[in-house]
């Protein structure tokens, strides 16, 4: 199949390729916490190879549910409540790529790259759940009170715009929007013309949404974050309401926004007082709905508050966050009513009535295993790995070179495509390295001349049998091959198990040595070879072969 | 350059040294292993570690062990870790003890605490922390233990199917050889066993296997190539010269990256480079000393039928040649 140079040159350029691309530096969106404390998202480009906790330095946790205080009702339950909550709370750990993952059947390890505080970390995640539902505000007091606020903002001398566009294209943004939205059309016109000028006003848009709901494009959030945060802003905010974030963001259109909700700051009920909450499909509509129990107590507050508030919007908040859209009471509500939430499934009805649980019913956690690694340390290893492989490569060059002389030269720019292929190989298949895995790539550049070796020496002894060089590199190449295969099959097994059984930066090291093997072997048998094939093409009759 | 080429040695009449030189190196090895037992990082025992960075010449063992009985924290090991003012305090669970995960968590903040006050917040800098529960501890117990049979039987296997049973016996016993005196190596340096160095064990396994593979595959293709009748002894020793200069020169370039790493990697890695060293030289003796002699002995106790008929009986060569 590959019997000619030219096929061979244009598979070893595809390979060649495919490594540089994986490789190439991309763009990434990072959300960030900045000096100021609030989260933004950065970009930045950087090399799609992920760094391990030991080399970024950060904080590892394995979380159980803690049984130890009393049995756990529903363990596997409660590990989904406290899934949810922490995954609510990604943002405020301050790095940029938390990791939240359940682990086999009762366990959550929670990793967080360059994290410099570890106690702040294990507070956020042991700190137990907060619900409540709170009405939102009904009356747009705080829509009639933005002109005051951006008088307020203007005072202050914080002026329009930023680098986002003061006043984005109404009709642009209508363009992607369904046809629903398109009828809110005028809705949207008055939201952002009445206010076009302020510098708060002009972040903000209704779409014709909710009272009380605003809709922050994605990129402005971090600047509206900041803005609602200031004194001045939440002196002029009227009394008795609050802003807070939605936990989604949603998209219109081609756009994504952040909701926004004004409410009130008394909570109508709390986590305490909600009993149970299940996920169903509503048997007369067909529809998912969430339903829930309230206690005694909190039924009879709930009634009391329903009654009052019909055709009133309810945000239900998980620390502090609004989840989904605020739903509207129907009517007055006792200990046991249902949420309806429209055309959605019913793994968001599950999704919602978990959120519900979560805060209702706190999952105590305990730390089983902690691991943390100083940002310092990750740099020395590194560093010290760097240096390690650097000297590793310039030795078996050097030793390459000086006993195969020309031939050595070709397997030494064969390692060049080992070590292109190697790394091309672990970003494109997403691996981890970590420092065992450095560790294992400088081995694997002593051992990935083995191949080479053993075709070689083949080569050698077929000279001395006095073929002529192409039959010896051919012999050499064809006898070689059992064993290098043999070799090979028992160490790629042994690192199988060790990515199966090892933790991460055991994983780390299985992952580069396999992918080292894989690289070693095709550069040994199709990259090398194919260099011979050009310099036997090449060459004049009576030139002999070095080897 | 040429290195052992066209090498003569007769490798196989020198398996009585080698034999000396392997129970002199791994029955004291042994034995102090048995006296003092694995020395088990806290992945495996359950514990907390502290890898504390001193950033004023007051930090040193004598005063941390000071500032941590007087914060109430009795029997940590506190050792130096690399360089002079980097240490590794480290409590063991006792494995004997009531111990619950609670434990290892306040362990660590006494630890913190009882540092701050000893040396205030700026007099040292804690870089790496493990804390280990029980439960954990137990698992990756398991979990080691099962990648280290399952990785050792899969290529156990893979020698049955891909050779002759003698083949794949010798072998066998020239990795159970590197293994043992591994642990005798291990047992001496006093390394700490984590599940990094059982994966350069594992590592090491592969390697020295792939040594004597490719030592066996000339074996066999000699035995299939020889015409004439020739003692089995003979071309067992003929195999081991035509592949030394292979031999050496792969386990010359691997052993350059191994002390690369040994020397140049850090402190973190250094049980690993350790470990992995060793293997290579452990693995370059054992498929030239060790495997070819048991598979003459095999070969001799239970014939195949190949050797037998096309070698002639005449195999049972003077093993004090």
Known sequence: ?547 | MRLFDNANYNVMARWKPAMIITVLFVIPGLVLLAVHGLNSSIEFTGGTLFQVHANSPAVETQSIRTALSSGGITGAEIQTFGAADEFVIRARLDPRAQVSEETTQETERAVRAALTAAFTQEGYEIVRTEAVGPKVGSELRERAVLALVMGFGATFLVLWFRYEWRFGLAAIVATLHDIIATFAFVSYLNLEISLVVLAALLTLVGYSLNDTIVTFDRVRENVKKTKRQQYFYDILNQSINETLPRTVLTSGTTAAATLALLILGGSVIRPFAWVMTFGIVTGTFSSIFIASPVLLWVERRWPSEDVKVKRGIGMAAPVTA
């Open chain 1, 1 to 547: 199949m590959f019997s000619t140079i030219r096929s061979r040159l244009i598979v070893i350029a595809l390979l060649v390729a495919g490594s540089v691309a994986s490789l190439i530096p991309r763009s990434v969106t990072l959300r960030e916490r900045g000096p100021d404390g609030v989260m933004r998202d950065v970009v930045i480009k950087r090399v799609p190879l992920k760094l391990g906790l030991d080399l970024l330095g950060g904080i590892h946790l394995a979380l159980e549910i803690d049984q130890s205080k009393g049995t756990v009702a529903n363990p596997r339950d409660a590990l989904e409540r406290a899934l949810t909550v922490i995954r609510s709370r990604v943002d405020e750990f301050g790095v940029s790529e938390p990791l939240v993952q359940q682990v086999g059947a009762d366990r959550i390890v929670v990793e967080l790259a360059g994290i410099t505080d570890p106690a702040r970390a294990k507070q956020i995640v042991e700190r137990s759940a907060f619900l409540e539902w709170r009405l939102t505000d009904m009356s747009n007091q705080f829509r009639d009170a933005l002109p005051a606020i951006d008088r307020a903002l203007e005072q202050a001398g914080v002026t329009t715009g930023g680098e986002a566009p003061a006043q984005p294209s109404t009709i642009q943004q209508l363009l992607g929007t369904d046809t629903a939205a398109a009828a809110d059309s005028v809705q949207a016109d008055t939201a952002s013309t009445a206010n076009e000028a302020g510098p708060l006003s002009s972040l903000l848009f209704s779409f014709g949404g909710r009272p009380g709901e605003f809709l922050v494009p994605e990129e402005d959030f971090p600047r509206v974050d900041s803005l609602i945060h200031l004194p001045e802003v939440e002196a002029a905010i009227p009394r008795g309401l609050q802003l807070v974030w939605g936990a989604e963001p949603v998209s219109q259109g081609a756009r994504s926004y952040r909701p926004l909700y004004s409410v009130e700051r008394r909570p109508v009920l709390t986590g305490d007082q909600l009993q149970d909450a299940r996920a169903q499909i509503d048997p007369t509509s067909k529809q998912a709905v969430v339903q829930f129990t309230l206690t005694r107590a909190g039924g009879r507050r709930f009634a009391q508050e329903t009654r009052q508030h019909v055709g009133d919007n309810m945000a239900i908040m998980l620390d502090g966050r609004v989840q989904r859209q605020p739903p509207v009471i129907r009517s007055e509500i006792g200990r046991n009513g249902q949420i309806e939430l429209g055309n959605a499934n019913l793994q968001e009805a599950q999704d919602l009535a978990l959120v519900l649980r979560a805060g209702a019913l706190p999952a105590p956690l305990q730390i089983v295993e902690e691991r943390t690694i100083g940002p310092s340390l990750g740099r020395d290893s590194i560093r010290e790995g760097t240096q390690a492989g650097i000297i590793a490569g310039v030795l078996v060059i050097l030793v390459m070179i000086g006993y195969y002389r020309f031939a050595g030269l070709l397997a030494v720019s064969a390692l060049g495509f080992y070590a292109l292929f190697t790394l091309g190989g672990l970003a494109s298949f997403d691996a981890t390295l970590t420092l065992p895995g450095l560790a294992g790539f400088v081995l694997s550049l002593g051992m990935a001349v083995d191949a080479n070796v053993l075709i070689f020496e083949r080569i050698r002894e077929e000279l001395k049998l006095n073929k002529t060089p192409r039959l010896a590199v051919e012999a050499g190449f064809n006898h070689a091959m059992p064993a290098i295969i043999d070799a090979n099959v028992t160490t790629v097994i042994t690192a199988a198990f060790l990515f199966q059984f090892g933790t991460g930066p055991v994983k780390g090291f299985a992952v580069t040595l396999i992918m080292g093997i894989f690289a070693s072997v095709i550069t040994a048998v199709f990259v090398t070879k194919t260099f011979f094939l050009i310099w036997l093409q090449r060459r004049g009759p009576a030139k002999e072969l070095t080897i």
